[in-house]
């Protein structure tokens, strides 16, 4: 496994004839200014992949244990980083197969290299998620007050763990506040209700109860006084 220290970009060659490796690796680094790291199976490209984020995969088909296609699946479904699938089987089938498990380009050997740095370049140009700067991952869950709201199933649990119903413009709102602590944000007519930790409408009228007195916060469903 071999690696060149370059940063406009991370690639991984992936490919169990060493000539080939070595030949993407001088080529990608010098005329694209890449860094180019190397691996001749499945184990070492996971090794790689663990220790460093990688923005493209060049992955042969034919690998000793798991083959290219068993491993282009496996990035796709973990990961959304380019890759081209480089090798010597150019039957369309094979082109196809390689497609819908998830490559963006497929370049059957014997190649050019300036080629395949053409296609390393449209491939992370049409990449939206690849980009140079990586952008910090977004919190899944946040917790206050004893209450509990996952981000990505759009749930909200009370202090008891009761799961609580939101609409979207309730889910909205609590996702606003939670992405941007610290900030005024501006008056919508909305708040947080003191009774259920929820956010509410707030009508303006005064309440009365047990002689003492407070808001009235009106949600899509019930009022809470």
């Given amino acids: ?9 991370h690639i991984l060659v992936v490919d169990d004839q060493p000539e080939i490796c070595a030949l993407v690796q001088e080529y990608l680094s010098s005329e694209g200014h890449y860094r180019v790291s190397t691996a001749q199976d499945g184990a070492g490209m996971r090794r790689v992949m663990a220790q460093s984020p990688v923005d493209l995969v060049i992955l042969d088909l034919i690998l000793p244990g798991e083959d290219g296609l068993t491993l282009a699946r496996s990035i796709r ?20 197969i390689g497609l819908e498990m998830g490559a963006d380009d497929y ?27 990586k952008q910090a991952p977004a919190r ?37 506040f939670i992405n941007n602590p610290n900030q005024v944000r501006p008056a919508t007519g909305c ?11 707030k009508t303006g009228r005064s309440t009365s109860r047990s002689g003492g007195s407070g808001t009235s916060w009106r949600t899509a469903r019930n009022d809470h006084r």
């Fill in 191 to 201: 708040s947080i209700s003191p009774a259920t930790g929820k956010p509410g409408r």
């Fill in 77 to 96: 479904e973990e990961t959304n980083v380019g890759i081209i699938i480089l090798s010597g089987r150019g039957e369309p089938v094979e082109r196809i």
């Fill in 1 to 9: 496994m071999g690696q060149t220290k370059l940063d406009n970009g």
């Fill in 107 to 133: 370049l059957p050997k014997p190649f050019l290299p300036r080629e395949l740095l053409a296609r390393v370049k449209s491939v992370l140009r049409r990449a939206p998620t690849r980009t140079k700067e």
């Fill in 140 to 176: 899944s869950k946040a917790r206050f007050a004893g209450w509990t709201l996952d981000l990505s199933s759009r749930e909200l649990c009370s202090p008891s763990g009761k799961e609580v119903e939101l609409t979207t413009g309730e889910f909205d709102l609590l996702a606003a």
